[in-house]
């Protein structure tokens, strides 16, 4: 079994079931449109019921939310929006009470532009004593300052636009790889580094389990920070081959572990965002021998349906290719490392839609499918909040109805260069990172029971019949279903332990592979089709008339050799080998 952070401590985390909290869209119980800890102390039975092990808390710092919580401007303290330190006290004590842990979202790539460290960075001139907290950088030479193409270098801005954002008072730019007003911290500072460590042993000592770090792996920087490649039709350079995964981070990744987790083995749970990472990078990262992370999230599955022009450029989903992608993750870290696996978080849209059909016909069906799919693989499973009921992508009438930096700022963009904003809001309604962030649908009343005034977004109208409290009535309810995947986790070490070897590698329909795990002889096998046809599969020898241990659908024929299974239908079947 690997190793959590020492030579003794077995890795929980492994038949563990993350469960992400979006705190501004979980529950409000305040009446201020905007949800908060109280709220999520509520709501926590129905975690409970669920069974999941871990919660994971995006951010609740202060915040100006430029960036919905993502821009911190004190990372020791809560956010009055949100409560107080006194709220988060009581529900971490409420959360381990119920035998769950609790992990802190951490973004130390970069800060607000209203932390105190930049604005004395920024302040304090080009010899204050925080000027090399963040990357400053003069104009490139012969450019006047202040005018386009004065820029340090061509990066491009996640978040569109250039990547640097000119300061007047010193005539100088700094970096910021997402909004203006996040400031990119500068790594390389040795008391940057100590005061991170810092904030997150003051954490720690509160209580907390561990820390989900976001884009982690962009925290070393190329310090030449020379030009990026300027892609087809794009207006600036793409600089992340110059911070991916840069020449420090596993230096950085190895001192944090030291400096911070080191002191707590065998409690912790650690798992850093990573786009970009590749397999052979992400098993540097989680080899338990190395000590620097327990797990990643990978990007590569994400981005299967995007086109040439990237998210908001989609295109249909190829069944092949997300074989192909998520078995070599399979593969990649099997003997080193260990997988995080996901469909949604609060970026991503909602599987269901993106994956699956949503239509009222087929949205059980092919949510349940998509959940089956997911937690039989070798990993740590993370359920994001709504998943569980096959919460699905909202219906944007308007780019008034977005709240998103990310889609404001495309759409702003694509309309400056003259696209058509029929197919720009398309886009944005099937890509847009809001589609994760509308508010949980509780129960049938107005505003989906999160809140009795205006929500900080709406609630999709389909609450009146997809909520949790109709779910939780239902046994062939999709939370039902992630209940009985949870519980299947937790008693059958297969799921867990068992090696993976993909079936039916070219089959465009049907999903299909085996876990096995030869210390009990028991071997897994799983089936789903991911199409609203019916879907004919060859099974391998022996399966014919096995056990089912799990199905989404209710009459199940016996398995044959050749087998033809139901539109979207999952099942996991078990037999002894030994």
């Given at each position: 079994m690997p190793l959590n952070d020492n030579a003794t401590a077995p890795a929980w985390w492994r038949s563990a079931v993350v469960y992400q909290i979006y705190p501004r869209s979980f529950a409000d119980s305040d009446a201020d449109g905007i949800g908060d800890l109280q709220g999520i102390i509520e709501r926590l039975d129905h975690l409970s019921q669920l069974g999941v092990d871990v919660l994971w808390l995006s951010p609740v710092y202060p915040?100006?939310?430029d960036d919905n919580g993502y821009d911190i401007s004190d990372y020791q303290d809560i956010d009055p929006l949100f409560g107080t330190l006194d709220d988060f006290d009581r529900l971490l004590a409420a959360v381990?009470?119920?035998g769950m842990k609790l992990i802190m979202d951490l973004v130390v790539n970069h800060t607000s532009d209203e932390h105190p460290w930049f604005v004395e960075s920024r302040d304090g001139g080009p010899e204050g004593p925080r000027r090399d907290w963040y990357i400053w950088r003069p104009a490139r030479d012969g450019v006047e300052p202040g005018t386009p193409g004065a820029e340090p270098n061509n990066w491009g801005?996640?978040?569109?636009?250039?990547?640097?954002?000119y300061d007047e008072d010193s005539g100088e730019y700094y970096l910021h790889v997402f909004s203006r007003k996040q400031p990119d911290l500068n790594w390389e500072n040795p008391q940057v580094r100590?005061?991170?460590?810092a904030l997150m042993r003051w954490w720690l000592a509160r209580g907390i389990d561990g820390f989900r770090m976001d884009v982690i792996n962009l925290i070393s920087k190329d310090p030449a920070l020379p030009d990026g490649l300027v892609p087809e039709g794009a207006r600036y350079g793409d600089g992340s081959p110059h911070f991916t995964c840069g020449p420090r981070v596993h230096e950085y990744m190895a001192e944090m572990h030291r400096e911070v987790f080191a002191g707590h083995p065998g409690r912790l749970l650690t798992v850093g965002e990573m786009p970009g990472v590749t397999v052979d990078e992400a098993r540097l990262f989680t080899d338990p021998a190395r000590r620097e992370l327990d797990m990643v999230f990978q990007f590569e599955h994400v981005g299967l349906d995007h086109g040439p022009g990237g998210k908001f450029d989609p295109r249909p989903l190829r069944l092949t290719e997300l074989k192909a992608g998520l078995g070599r993750w399979q593969t990649g870290l099997a003997d080193t490392g260990w997988n995080s696996?996901?469909?949604n978080n609060?970026?991503?849209p909602r599987v269901v839609s993106r994956f699956g059909d949503d239509s009222p016909a087929h949205r059980v069906r092919s949510a349940t499918m998509l959940a089956t799919v997911l937690h039989l693989h070798r990993g740590t499973p993370y359920v994001y909040q709504g998943e569980e009921l096959g919460m699905a992508n909202a219906p944007f009438a308007s780019i008034e109805d977005f709240r998103d930096i990310e889609s404001l700022n495309h759409h702003r963009e694509r309309l400056a260069a003259g696209a058509d904003e029929t197919e720009v809001l398309a886009a944005l309604r099937a890509a847009g990172r809001d589609n994760a962030r509308t508010p949980m649908q509780w129960d049938a009343t107005e505003h989906g029971g999160f809140t009795t005034v205006t929500p900080w977004i709406a609630v999709n109208p389909d609450?009146?019949?997809?909520?949790?409290?109709a779910q939780r009535a239902d046994p062939d309810s999709v939370f039902h279903h992630y209940r009985r995947l949870i519980a299947l986790r937790h008693t059958e070490s297969a799921v867990v332990n068992g090696d993976f070897r993909l079936l039916h590698a070219d089959d465009e329909q049907v999903y299909a592979f085996t876990r096995h795990?030869?210390?009990?002889?028991?071997?897994?096998l799983v089936l789903a089709n991911f199409t609203g046809d019916h879907a004919p599969v060859d099974l391998p020898e022996g399966w014919a008339g096995t056990e089912a241990l799990i199905t989404n659908v209710s009459t199940t024929a016996p398995l044959t050799e050749r087998h033809t299974l139901q539109p979207w239908e999952a099942r996991v079947h078990r037999r002894r080998t030994a």
């Open positions: 915040s100006p939310h381990h009470e119920r801005s996640w978040f569109s636009g250039p990547a640097w954002e100590q005061a991170v460590y696996l996901y469909w609060h970026d991503q609450h009146h019949t997809v909520n949790a409290k795990e030869p210390e009990t002889g028991t071997e897994l």
